[in-house]
């Protein structure tokens, strides 16, 4: 009983420098000494040298701390009951209530030990919820480390990106005012796609992450002109995923598979159904394992990203998706994610359960 009131106290909180603690201390230690007495003076119950067990008539004296030790664990639950949610404070009423009642039980009732069973029974429940506790708090803190990631990369966006295309706008300022405009809306697109992925915690419509990628190639072509070609074959768009997924792929392919001194370098995006899912298919082509060698080497990178580890493991965690790369015949390789359908179930389990937040609806304001 202490140690539950201890486990209470570290739930919600609280020190045990508190009337409540000292309470259950005194009453324990009150039936510690009974138990210590009774060992050499047979006040509540007796053994004989014939190893026979028998009551004394005080005996219920013996079970009255630990009933007022329960009913005081009990209020100082009850007190506590707006610092707990649901699923705990029914737990510690069911964990209190058992041993209760066999004490009770136990007081009038001889030869069945009921406060063993009943305090077996009541410490199965309490290790049960121990146990689904920390599983939630694992999950909870992968998804919130998770999103720490995101948030860290996307304010860590490349450097040279942002220097590169503010020179282009900088040129075409003179040389073509009309294309520097275009760039300029392109531009603020992207970036404030990055920016509301920050504050957006659950999934978002794919055709948000498709505009997205279209605004950061829509830079880069600016810039490459006929160096970059993509194609799109999206029929399938209704559907959710975790944001900053598809625009990392598309971002790799440009990094690792763009030179100037190479062949045009083109990109298909396309969507398809698979079983009870989605498949995204990119496909690039550049150079065989580009996109493999990135990921050995993101370590000792120097610009910053959103590698693709990082959009496997958000996938994982938040849709129950996957991430696969293979290279591809013609040269170049194919990265090919997979949202499963329950994807969309497994996300409303988890706001239900306050592990992730609903995305807030629209974008920041610039």
């Given at each position: ?10 739930l ?6 508190c009337?409540y603690?000292?309470i259950?201390?005194?009453?324990w ?5 009974f ?11 007796l053994?004989?040298d ?6 004394s ?10 009933a007022?030790?329960m009913?005081?664990n009990m209020?100082g639950?009850?007190h506590?009951?707006?610092k707990m949610?649901s699923?705990k ?10 041993p ?6 136990q ?15 009541s ?9 689904s ?9 992968s998804?919130?480390i998770?999103?720490?990631?995101l948030?860290i990369?996307?304010?860590?966006m ?8 503010m020179t282009n706008?900088?040129?075409l300022?003179?040389?073509?005012p009309?294309?520097?405009?275009r760039?300029?809306?392109?531009f603020?697109k ?5 920016f ?5 915690r ?5 055709e ?11 830079v880069v072509e ?5 160096r970059l070609?993509?194609?799109y074959d999206?029929p ?11 625009e990392p ?10 030179d ?5 370098l083109?990109i ?7 079983g009870?899912?989605?498949g995204?298919?990119?496909?690039n ?8 060698a990135?990921e ?13 580890s990082n ?18 015949q013609?040269?170049?390789v ?8 329950r ?13 992730i ?10």
């Amino acid at each position: 009983m202490p140690i539950l009131a201890v486990y209470l106290l570290r739930l919600c909180g609280e020190t045990l420098k508190c009337t409540y603690f000292r309470i259950v201390i005194v009453l324990w230690s009150v039936y510690a000494v009974f138990l210590t007495v009774t060992q050499f003076v047979p006040v509540f119950y007796l053994i004989s040298d014939d190893n026979v067990y028998s009551r004394s008539p005080l005996y219920p004296v013996l079970l009255i701390p630990t009933a007022l030790l329960m009913l005081c664990n009990m209020i100082g639950l009850y007190h506590r009951r707006d610092k707990m949610t649901s699923g705990k404070y029914r737990t510690f009423w069911i964990y209190l209530l058992i041993p209760t009642a066999s004490i009770l039980i136990q007081m009038c009732v001889y030869g069945i030990l009921f406060i063993v069973l009943g305090i077996s029974v009541s410490a199965f429940f309490m290790f049960v919820f121990i146990i689904s506790e920390q599983v939630e708090d694992s999950i909870r803190q992968s998804i919130e480390i998770g999103e720490q990631q995101l948030k860290i990369r996307t304010l860590q966006m490349r450097p040279h990106f942002i220097y590169n295309t503010m020179t282009n706008i900088y040129y075409l300022c003179d040389l073509d005012p009309q294309k520097a405009r275009r760039v300029v809306g392109d531009f603020t697109k992207y970036l404030r796609n990055n920016f509301s992925s920050i504050v957006k915690r659950g999934m978002i419509p794919f055709e948000d992450e498709l505009e997205h990628t279209k605004a950061y190639l829509a830079v880069v072509e600016a810039r490459y002109e006929d160096r970059l070609i993509t194609e799109y074959d999206t029929p399938f768009t209704s559907f959710r995923l975790p944001p900053l997924t598809l625009e990392p792929i598309v971002e790799n392919a440009v990094k690792h598979g763009l030179d100037p001194e190479s062949p045009p370098l083109y990109i298909w995006i396309r969507t398809e159904r698979t079983g009870e899912g989605t498949g995204i298919i990119v496909e690039n082509s550049g150079e065989k394992n580009a996109l493999k060698a990135e990921e050995k080497n993101t370590a000792n990178d120097s610009e910053p990203h959103i590698g693709l580890s990082n959009v496997s493991d958000r996938l994982k965690a938040l849709c129950g998706g996957t991430l696969s790369i293979e290279p591809r015949q013609a040269g170049g390789v194919i990265v090919t994610m997979y949202i499963p359908d329950r994807g969309k179930i497994a996300e409303e389990k988890k706001t239900a359960a306050g592990f992730i937040t609903p995305n807030a609806e629209g974008s920041p304001r610039t």
